[in-house]
């Protein structure tokens, strides 16, 4: 190991009674090319988030447009609603496990994610995955960015009488629709430059004022429908047989891929915990919970819409849109603003604008990166990217899932398995320190990111659908025809298999010196 790992000065941090590092102000070299304010660690006076902060961040990020509507794309591959909610449950503690694994870093040493993938790639080599979840994040962002200016557009145009649907049209969409767009697109950027400690307080307020809403529009639904609909009641289409499995497996692998850029960069988040305990508990009762509840919350609404209106309506903000009462379309709009706008800041503006620090410290700050990101959130064309569910949960998941799964295996290996959480916070800032490697790259890890990225998402291949026409990008026999088998288990396989090359490559433990 000694000489994979180059062993640097002795590092003036110190440990509290609870285990979190604090780095000494003179020993942070804030003249490095690597370093700046928005990447040094958070001193443990300024880790304050509490258990409730980590619960309000999962319950606010998790009831969103694109969870809502997560169990109609199952239901429409053929699921009923048990097995689009167990499949949904399942994916949610599979992906926390993770999720805990990559955010003990963040209390104990203060440091955002590209920073704690420095350990492994080294200070250089970081940009890697700093980079891949800057660009998933970026495609998110748009994502969002769309659903919720269609969203406040929908619920606008009824308030209009309609008038906004029949306005002139640019590239396709009505005019009003892009203004909806950009103003929400706005908003988003102008939150989250006023910092994290702002967005924090947001959050907490954000999340019970959205699982009120959800709560509003079934107890609306239920009244009207006077029950709920068959939807309860529909069979399988697939059974529990054959036919389940070949579905199940892709599709909890793109349900696991709807949060694994949050298992990579939830130290973003947890550099600011008062504790383990904090983001433990905190993570633990908000993500598989709330995403659990929001799943059966969805199928009940779609079920009583069904009764009311004669067709499902998976959608809430069409659903919203269907009452003919002003005050009840105010409320909706606010709902949908808030429950965006909590999700789309914290899970896709934060990561990137750390990511794009950590490119460039010396050029680029937080506030430069979220700027960069909304920008980048645009010129992706987000409305293609969710333009079908096959697409949808299969492509764009599947494939994000299978390599962001490979970076967590290498930053899990490095952090648990070869260093066992012992980290020297001066050097992840310093070249020529114990994590510079060859120039500033760790290339052991960077073999184990293509190994695993290429067995992760080297098979991915498109459907057929009744007609015989591909329903994807991919070659119907795969990219790589022999791993096809593997392309439906994506992120674990990425996962798994880049933790164990990267561990052996890495010779195992790391030996620590006296000063660890």
Known sequence: MTE???????????????????????AFPADSPFANEDLRPVPVSERKWTTYNFAALWISMAHCIPSWTL????????????????????????????????????????????????????????????????????????????????????????????????????????????LCF????????????????FLRHFENWAAPFVIVGAFVLLIWIAVKADGFGA????????????????????????????????????????????SQKAQTWGQSLGLPTTMTLFAVLAVLVTSGSEAVYGEAIWDPVTLAAKTDNAFGLLFALVIVLVATISVNIAANVVSPAYDLANLAPKLINFRTGALITGVLGVLIFPWKLISTPEFYIFTWLGVVGGLLGTVAGILIAD??????????????????????????????????????????????????????????????????????????????????????????????????????
Not at 244 to 266: E, H
Request: with cysteine; charged share 10%.
């Open 4 to 26: 994979t790992v180059p062993t640097g000065s002795p590092i003036s941090q110190t440990a509290q009674g609870d285990g979190r590092i604090e780095l000494a102000p003179e």
């Open 182 to 197: 950009v103003l929400f697109w706005a908003a988003q950027i102008a939150i989250i430059y006023r910092g994290m400690d």
């Open 231 to 274: 939807l309860l009641d529909q069979p399988s289409k697939l059974g529990w047989g054959p036919d389940f499995w070949p579905v199940f497996f892709p599709s909890l692998m793109g349900m696991i891929g709807f949060w694994a850029t949050l298992s990579l960069n939830i130290p973003d988040f947890t550099r600011f915990g008062a």
């Open 71 to 178: 169990a109609s794309g199952l239901v429409a591959l053929g699921m009923d609603w048990k097995q689009a909610v167990f499949t949904i449950a399942l994916a949610n503690i599979i992906v926390l496990l993770p999720m805990l694994a990559t955010g003990h870093a963040g209390p104990k040493y203060g440091i955002p994610f590209p920073v704690l993938a420095r350990a492994s790639f080294g200070l250089r080599g970081a940009n890697i995955p700093a980079l891949i979840r800057a660009a998933v994040a970026c495609g998110w962002f748009g994502i969002q960015t769309w659903i919720g200016g269609s969203g406040i557009f929908a619920l606008g145009s009824k308030l209009t009488g309609g008038e906004w649907e029949n306005a002139g049209k640019i590239a396709g969409n009505p005019w009003p629709l892009w």
């Open 415 to 516: 952090y648990w398995i070869v260093r066992r959480t012992v980290l020297h916070l001066a050097d992840l800032y310093t070249p020529g320190g114990r994590y510079w490697y060859s120039n500033g790259w760790n290339w052991k890890a960077v073999a184990a990111f293509l190994v695993g990225g290429v067995l992760a998402v080297g098979g991915s291949y498109s459907g057929v659908d009744a007609k015989g026409v591909k329903t994807g990008p991919f070659p119907v026999d795969g990219l790589i025809p022999f791993l096809k088998p593997l392309a439906d288990y994506g992120w674990a396989v990425g996962l798994a298999a880049s933790l164990v090359l990267y561990v052996a490559l890495m010779g195992g433990r790391e030996r620590q010196p006296a000063d660890a």
